[in-house]
């Protein structure tokens, strides 16, 4: 890693910053980290059959894998597409300094993007609420019906070729950006961020991937909003200067 943490305080400081010649680029989960809800669960809570809390305790339990539990949820959805991007518009909102960021990763050439292993059109819904609604979103891609009333299939273009059952994999997409020399950074909060954690270069995280990195001696960042990854990012960047 080329960030640490301070193990007591956990601050960040200019010192801890060791950038090397790569120019950057700032990946970031959805839910619960770029947006401050858990927008999956905002929907299935509005608009899931009441079963899905039953399917979300097999997943907890480990009987399902994410990729499964979130198809099984979503099919019972009593909502059409429309009805669903509006609640979102309504109900959630971005983290602290997302816009600051996207725009000083525009102002400088910078690619930022979202990675998720959610469903790309809640994701959308936000983003065209937002003053950056073309941030490129790597997500999975739900399939409607002919008339957006309901999900009747998934696509997932970011899935290892040998293990498709497990659905996009946020470390695949952190290496596809590390392959055209960038470095990395990836800003997550839950298990599946942690893979993502374990190879990008800085690593930023909270609530559940921060107790697994710190488990795992994995150099991080905390964040409640993305005010850390701005400075960091603008260090960075200065240094390349």
């Known amino acids: 890693m080329t960030l640490s943490t301070d193990t007591g305080s956990r601050s960040v400081s200019a010192s801890l910053l060791r950038p090397d010649r790569r120019p950057p680029a700032v990946l970031t989960d959805f839910d619960d980290t770029a947006a401050v809800q858990n927008v999956a669960e905002l929907l299935l809570h509005r608009f899931g059959h009441p079963t899905w809390t039953d399917v979300r305790e097999r997943f907890r339990r480990g009987e399902l894998s994410l990729k499964d ?3 099984i949820a979503f099919r019972e959805m009593r909502g059409d597409k429309a009805a669903m991007q509006s609640y979102v518009r309504e109900n959630a909102c971005f983290r602290g300094h997302f816009d600051e960021l996207a725009q000083f990763c525009q102002d400088h050439s910078i690619p930022m993007c979202i990675v998720s292993q959610g469903l790309d059109f809640y994701i959308q819904a936000l ?4 003053a950056h609604p073309r941030l490129p979103v790597h997500a999975a891609r739900a399939e409607f019906d002919a008339n957006d009333e309901h999900i009747v299939g998934y696509a997932y273009d970011f899935a290892y070729p040998d293990a498709p059952e497990l659905g996009n994999s946020k470390a695949l997409m952190v290496r596809s950006f590390q392959d055209t020399g960038h470095h990395v950074f990836f800003a997550g909060d839950g298990r ?8 990008a270069d ?3 995280a909270h609530r559940q991937m921060a107790e697994m990195c710190s488990e795992a001696g994995i150099s991080y960042i905390p964040f409640t909003d993305f005010g850390p990854v701005l400075d960091a990012l603008r260090r960075y960047a200065g240094h390349l200067q």
């Open 69 to 71: 539990y979130q198809e």
């Open 127 to 130: 983003l065209d609420d937002s």
């Open 192 to 199: 599946s961020d942690f893979e993502a954690g374990e190879v």
């Open 202 to 204: 800085t690593v930023f």
